[in-house]
């Protein structure tokens, strides 16, 4: 079992930025090997990809609402993953969530084995 745990949520306000983090505490699996990600679920919508990136953090993907906003990073020395969000927008609020899987394609197609539980970020306009 992999332990996701996400913090950095809450309030910005439009044009702010917010830094998510996702710790894996456990070493049950070693944390370079997995390929992780954000997703977010914002109300009466379904959870949708934000970004993900592989184990040695050389490759990463966006998605297109995000791009160029948003950059994702690992420090596996830490055993941690990151979402820098800058230029946020209302339409950013939801609920993120991180996951990790051993493939990718597994993070991006949203069939990740492992799920954190979850940090609101909240955007003001």
């Known amino acids: 079992q992999v332990q996701l745990v996400e913090s950095g949520g809450g309030l910005a306000q439009a044009g702010g930025s917010l830094r998510l983090s996702c710790a894996k505490p456990r070493r049950t699996i070693a944390f370079n090997i997995l390929a992780m990600g954000w997703f977010r679920q914002a109300p009466g919508k379904e959870r949708e990809f934000v970004a993900g990136i592989g184990g040695s953090g050389g490759s990463k993907d966006y998605a297109d609402s995000v791009k160029g906003r948003f950059t994702i990073s690992r420090d596996n020395a830490r055993n941690t993953m990151y979402l820098q969000m800058d230029s946020l927008k209302p339409e950013d609020t939801a609920v993120y969530y991180c996951?990790?899987?051993?493939?990718?394609?597994?993070?991006?197609?949203?069939?990740?084995?492992?799920w954190g539980q979850g940090t609101q970020v909240t955007v003001s306009s």
């Open positions: 996951a990790a899987d051993r493939t990718i394609t597994g993070v991006v197609g949203g069939k990740a084995d492992y």
